[in-house]
């Protein structure tokens, strides 16, 4: 019988040469145990999971008989990190095609027990074997070896957590194989992320279905269950409703928890389902602030979840000593019936890092390299986000670079909210209010009081622009206000959005009566494209007004405008008045409400830029695609001054005789 090896959760990574040091995986611990020329598959608890994947069971079969094999099964997101979210989409698809296996330990080989040989010998062999498997006609190999470093360790954790990985585990290069939890495995977190035990959901509220809210919990060193507080986000609706269906069937009415026993409107269930959830730290008083649900873990027992609590890291490598750390025991698992005298193989040199550049200085310029940007490591720098222009991910980040003292003036440290496109603008798209946690610290997290409790992000330089890029970040849409006064808006935008059949001259000719109704009032504006066929007329205001105030003045304002010629405008987003008009939308002065930044590129075919414009530019002639990701660098450099001069300097208000003037006072 062979348990797997646990890590320890400890504060910071080993020093010292005689650790090696692995990126830390997210996804389902998974021992391969070859016999009879067939794999079996057993999660840490021994469930057999064979049958959930044939094409990995097929592959990993070409292994002698008598092999175990210890690794973790993931999904490589697009860039280049790995997601449980995403594998748990996956799986719960019933596909396979996105899967990997990642084999870092190797137990027995052909029936020879390698447990007590130390582990560089152990990985020096997995990683020859791993070479020998077939490889596929096409695609990516369902098995990869999970290389490593030596030494560097501290070095090894900053860099994993600049990338955006969970952490990196830090192992002695010279440990034997411990069934069961030791410090001679340790694990470094980038970001706070546990498991917990269900005990409870809310019921759902508006439009929310399934359920509202899911009460978290972990078990004391005395087994009791001890409250942790609530998740409510990062579900989407077919989750919202298949936990709900699920806990259904568990419901009891007494509550679970030793520390709570009342809570208004809550569903309490037997503790049977463990969640994985991520968040931002421990209140004082034992509850997790800012939490984010990231899927349920078949593979742990709810009476293993403890709460994670790090310890010291060792001191050095200079010993093996073992320490079984409380709780998550492994179940057994199998080994292979045939035996052979444990001898150790000729030692063979540590394999080098290799494939994903991870842990070596990029190579620039070969194709799939990393390469940085900006101080920022970019992976898969070739994957294309605009098909039809061929323009790459490594291109974005190369535009923030070259713009980045044009667009900082209008994007930097204010809340944002996000279109990503991980796979390219003609695959799935999505829009991001909410700082994820896998972004790196280059992006800036802000919690905006009295709304919803997870952080906007922000940025302050071009790092924090690049770093979007290589999290698939497409599209910058910005708040009116700024983060050290959120509640204080400091422009105003008026957004002309024309219908399909409205001719360019039309949309021209509005703007330049909005931007006349405002000089009446006394207001100067600027004026910019949207990236598509529509403007944007943008007035900057001291922080004086609040957000209603800021408000009704532009619906008042777009209202004057539009009664002035009925057939020409709407206010109001009607679709079956849309035909033959432009739509004056003044909701984008509302709070949390969004705009697209200036010289912010559009999930739009072509790569097109919303581009700040003199005036005496804006005619019928002005073709708005021809600004893209392309030509605007070119654009900027030929500027003799910024078309938005003195746009930073004014300093104008909204006043009552304004007001008065529109019929709002």
């Known amino acids: 019988m062979v348990l797997p090896e646990l890590a320890t959760l400890v504060d910071h990574a080993p020093l010292g040469a005689g650790w090696l040091h692995e990126v830390k995986l997210d996804g389902y611990r998974l021992v391969c145990i070859v016999a ?37 099964l993931v999904v490589v997101t697009a860039d ?122 809310t019921a759902p509220r508006g439009t929310r279905v399934g359920l509202g809210a899911l009460l978290l919990g972990y078990y004391g060193a005395d087994g009791r269950l001890l409250y942790a507080g609530k998740v409510g986000t990062g579900f989407d609706d077919a989750l919202l409703r298949s936990l709900q269906a699920r806990l259904s069937k568990d419901v009891t009415p007494d509550t679970p928890f030793a520390d709570l ?17 991520a968040f931002a730290e421990w209140t004082e008083d034992g509850h997790l602030r800012h939490p984010t649900f990231q899927g349920i873990r078949e593979d742990k027992a709810p009476g293993d979840v403890r709460r994670e609590m790090p310890v010291p890291a060792p001191a050095s490598a200079s010993s093996s000593a073992e320490g079984t750390a409380p709780g998550d025991a492994a179940a057994p698992i199998e080994t292979p019936a045939k035996k052979a005298p444990r001898k150790s193989p000729a030692t063979m040199p540590i394999p080098l890092p290799r494939s994903t550049a991870r842990h070596s200085r990029p190579t620039r310029g070969r194709a799939g390299a990393a390469v940085e940007v900006a101080g920022v490591r970019l992976t898969n720098p070739e994957r294309v986000l605009w098909p039809d222009a061929g323009l790459t991910k490594l291109d ?10 044009w667009i900082l003036p209008h994007v930097a440290d204010r809340p944002l909210s996000l279109v990503r496109c991980p796979e390219g603008i003609e695959s799935q798209c999505f829009y991001q209010k909410h700082a994820d946690e896998r972004f ?18 922000y940025v302050d330089g071009v790092p924090g622009l690049v770093a979007f890029a290589q999290a698939g970040v497409v599209e910058l849409h910005v708040w009116g206000a700024r983060r050290d006064r959120i509640e204080r808006p400091d422009r105003i935008v008026v957004d002309l959005d024309p219908a399909p059949d409205v001719p360019w001259a039309r949309v021209v000719h509005a703007a330049f009566e909005v931007r006349g109704r405002l000089q009446d009032l006394g207001l100067e504006s600027w004026v910019k494209t949207t990236g598509g066929k529509g403007l944007h ?34 206010t109001t987003a009607t679709l079956s008045k849309r035909a033959g008009r432009i739509f004056l939308d003044y909701l984008r002065n509302g709070r949390g409400a969004t705009a697209i930044c200036a010289y912010g590129v559009r999930a739009r075919p072509g790569a097109t830029v919303s581009v700040p414009l003199r005036w005496s530019e804006l005619t019928p002639r002005l073709d708005p695609a021809a600004f893209t990701l392309r030509t605007v660098p070119r654009r900027l450099a030929s500027l003799r001054a910024d078309p938005w001069e003195g746009f930073a300097e004014a300093r104008q208000s909204i006043t009552r005789p304004m007001l008065h003037t529109l019929g709002a006072a």
């Open 36 to 72: 009879g020329g067939a794999a079996r598959l057993l999660t840490r608890r021994g469930n057999d999971w064979t049958p959930r994947f044939p094409r990995l069971a097929a592959a990993l079969s070409a292994l002698p008989d008598g092999t175990v094999v210890d690794g973790e």
């Open 80 to 201: 280049g990190t790995t997601s449980f979210q995403a594998l748990q989409a996956e799986l719960g698809a019933g596909r396979e095609s996105r899967l990997v296996y990642y084999a870092f330990d190797l137990m027995f080989d052909a029936g020879q027990d390698l447990r007590e040989q130390p582990l560089v010998d152990r990985k020096a062999r997995l990683q020859g074997r791993i070479d020998t498997l077939p490889k596929p006609a096409k695609g990516d190999p369902t098995v990869r070896y999970s290389d490593h470093v030596l030494g560097s360790g501290e070095a090894f954790h900053t860099q994993a957590c600049r990338w955006a990985l969970e952490g990196i585990v830090s192992k002695r290069a010279d440990s034997p194989y411990r069934s069961r939890r030791t410090r001679d495995w340790v694990k470094v977190k980038c970001a706070r992320r546990q498991e917990f035990v269900v005990g409870g959901f």
């Open 261 to 277: 026993r009342r809570m208004s409107g809550v569903r309490w269930v037997k503790p049977r389902v463990v969640a994985e959830v």
């Open 396 to 405: 974005l980040a190369r535009y923030y670079a070259a713009v980045g003292r």
């Open 440 to 457: 790196p610290a280059a992006i800036g997290r802000v919690v905006v009081e009295q709304d919803d409790p997870r952080p906007y992000t």
């Open 537 to 570: 007329v943008v007035v900057p205001i001291a922080r004086r007004a609040g957000w209603d105030e800021v408000k009704g003045f532009s619906r008042a304002l777009v209202e004057d405008v539009a009664a002035g010629h009925p057939g020409w405008y709407l």
